[in-house]
């Protein structure tokens, strides 16, 4: 079974950016579909983006247009790019292959 852990959050000002990874061990992601999923406090779990085996995206429409997930296959890594962040984008981002979920890494935006 996968293992994913995510990393690459932080506290960043709002308008700046940062770049989440979730790296896979335990199995190959190459022929899965990932998801981003963020949760904030008092507020639902949100499905952020998703990118399958063919390289297909979709996104959340709260963020269309700032985020950009992305995979490399070779690295068994996929990725998700946020710019123009605001406080609202605060929350646990978490990524999930198959059912296998990451601890999740911590996104702060301050105003």
């Known amino acids: 079974q996968v293992q994913l852990l995510e990393a690459g959050g932080g506290l960043v000002q709002a308008g700046g950016s940062l770049r989440l990874s979730c790296a896979a061990s335990?199995?190959?992601?190459?022929?899965?579909?990932v998801i981003w999923h963020r949760q904030a406090p008092g507020r639902q779990r949100e499905l952020v983006a998703t990118i399958t085996s063919e390289y297909n995206t979709n996104y959340a429409d709260s963020v269309k247009g700032r985020f950009t997930i992305s995979r490399v296959n070779a690295r068994n890594t996929v990725y998700l790019q946020m710019n123009s962040l605001n406080p609202e984008d605060t929350a646990i981002y978490f990524c999930?292959?198959?059912?296998?979920w990451g601890p999740g890494t911590q996104v702060t935006v301050s105003s």
């Open positions: 335990g199995a190959r992601l190459s022929n899965a579909n």
């Open positions: 999930d292959s198959g059912g296998s």
